[in-house]
């Protein structure tokens, strides 16, 4: 498993880590058992980086998390939490009393004195303009309860006003195969800064596993099911914004054009990990078989899996089948 640089924290993080939203809510329920199963099956396969968030099964998630690694003493895994959405997403509510408030229940959940890494979650733009907000979190970071931050974001705008900011560890964006604006902007930037970036929604809530048809079905209180056009959060969170019928034939074209040997899943995640200024990438799993194949797809970037040519191939379908409708709106 390739490591890579946390920004400037001096931590090395792997090029495939685990996005643990799956372990909380809203994709179906998975068991205590089986989310620890996952966590176990991702840290032994070298997985070095576990992303959760408050919100995640209002903290269900990393009080998971919590439990595993109390079970690992010198476990060399990151956690990097989420603070911001528990409540309204008000400007108002961002401010040092409410992040001592937030970022110690995390500590709770996750019994650590200090959060290795926390991200404020896709807050308002005016959260991320303003000054403020920084120095409220170096103020969290002075005082010993995080031990770096970043900014979780919703639009490439928003990334580049974070990435301006001289203290931020790292953005956490969309990146997939379905949405390509952060190649333009975003990637660069981050790079030329230092600032790290983890792609998140890197399978496009599924999408690009390759597996669903038009007669597949979701839970109930599956967001797939639920958030398709919005209804609940960000649409771009849900099968990356992209309508579920054009995700459907772009993802067959994709898949058709993988070599023999090598899944649709696994080429996604490693050309995302292969692209400049991605630092992690960070799909989640709901049991051990998709953590496995999930941290086995870093061995593609050893060799044996000819990125350029896919590279090519998904921004030809980009081009012809999505960029109209996705690459303006985040």
Partial sequence: MQKRPLGRTGRDVSAIGLGTWQLGADWGSVSEDDALAVLAASADRGVTLFDTADVYGDGRSE??????????????????????????QDPQNYNLENFRAWTARSRANLGVDTLDLVQLHCPPSAVIEDAATYDALDALVAEGAIGAYGVSVETCAQALAVIARPNVTNVQIIFNPFRLKPLDEVLPAAAAAGVAIFARVPLASGLLSGKYTAATTFADNDHRSYNRHGEAFDRGETFSGVDYGIGLAAATELAAAVPDGVSLPAATLAWIASQTGVTSVIPGARNVRQAVS?????????????????????RDVYDRRLREAVHPLW
């Fill in 63 to 88: 009080s998971l998390i919590g439990r595993f690694l109390a079970d690992r003493p010198g476990h060399g895994i990151t956690v990097a939490t989420k603070m911001g959405r528990r409540g309204p």
């Fill in 294 to 314: 999930n941290a086995d797809a870093a061995a593609l970037l050893d060799g044996g899996f000819d990125v350029d040519a896919f590279d090519a191939i998904v």
